[in-house]
């Protein structure tokens, strides 16, 4: 039988062991359920799909994305003539060679940095933020069919509105196709985080449990402006840099990618040199697209042209490891 001393030494043990445990969930992100996949190399090259096309409007675009079921493209940007911080956008249909296919006008909804596009029977469903606050970005999440020519407000009755964070002042998302989820970027009061959703229950308004949940990391990139991000499997990859106009004429677009169960950066901030001959070049959006051969790529989009004839181009990256 075990002395007094003898349970005290006991306990010393246990109780050290219960505390390292509590502390080292105390730091995990509070859901960490996304299987383990492989993520792109991001030092591999870049491939072009198409460079300086034009959208509807001739500002700059912000972000864009696929519908991986219909194999459409979708691309966003600031209405021409509004201010910057009223929300108002326009999204441009492209097909993969760049060519001009139809618009819809979003008034009152975002900046447009991300957003994605899920394909319904014959429909796509665009996934954006909507009621824009006094700073120009959205206050929820919204769904709508993308019905091209026309002009949707964000009061609509058309609309399907979500909070998928409770407590989150501002709300945009991104799209995994492959995997069907719904990437959910937000602010809370001690800044960015973000919460990943089965794709299907979300579209069911259940955003009950979340596969991850992380604070945005800090990123030490040579830019501190953020310009999109898409998620692949157990990955997110994170876009930041300016145009040349701001950068002096020097690259300083930049992707990082960071595992999605941990919060951890796993590479980057790396430089892309992608479309580096275009004349203004500002990295604007990232989107993930699977072919049809099943090739699975990272696209990133860049904004070139001249001042009010602004054009979209897009490269991508296919090496995973």
Request: with cysteine.
């Amino acid at each position: 039988m075990l002395s007094m001393e003898g349970y005290r030494g006991l306990i010393r043990p246990i109780s050290l062991l219960v505390l390292l445990v509590a502390l080292f969930s105390a730091i995990q992100p509070v859901e960490a359920a996304v299987p383990t996949s492989k993520r792109f190399d991001l030092s591999e090259p870049s491939y072009d799909l198409f460079r300086s096309k034009s959208l509807h409007d001739v500002t700059v675009q912000q972000g864009f994305a696929f519908d991986n079921t219909n194999r459409r493209l979708f691309v966003a940007q600031r209405r021409d003539g509004s201010s910057e911080t009223s929300g108002d956008l326009c999204i441009t249909q492209l097909d993969f060679d760049g060519n001009y296919l139809g618009y819809m006008y979003l008034t009152g909804f975002g900046h447009g940095v991300s957003f994605g596009a899920q394909g319904g029977g014959s429909s796509s469903y665009l996934w954006t933020e909507v009621e824009a606050n006094s700073n120009g970005y959205g206050k929820k999440l919204a769904r709508f069919k993308f019905t091209s020519g026309t002009t949707l407000s964000s009061t609509s009755s058309l609309l399907k509105k979500f909070v998928p964070v409770s407590g989150a002042t501002e709300h945009t998302c991104s799209i995994d196709p492959v995997n069907n989820r719904l990437i959910v970027r937000h602010q809370l009061s001690d800044g960015k985080h973000i919460a990943v959703f089965d794709l299907d229950k979300a579209t069911d308004g259940d955003f009950s449990s979340a596969l991850a949940n992380f604070k945005h990391p800090s990123l030490a990139s040579k830019s501190d402006t953020f310009q999109g991000y898409a998620a692949y499997g157990e990955y997110i990859y994170l876009l930041t840099g300016t145009s040349y106009d701001v950068a002096g004429g020097a690259v300083n677009s930049e992707v990082t990618s960071v595992n999605m169960n941990t919060g951890a950066v796993v590479q980057g901030p790396t430089l892309t040199k992608a479309g580096s001959t275009l004349t203004f070049r500002e990295p604007e959006g990232l989107a993930i697209y699977q072919t049809v051969a099943g090739e699975v790529r990272l696209f990133l989009g860049f904004a070139s042209g001249k001042a009010r004839d602004r054009r979209s181009s897009l490269f991508y990256k296919n090496a995973l490891i």
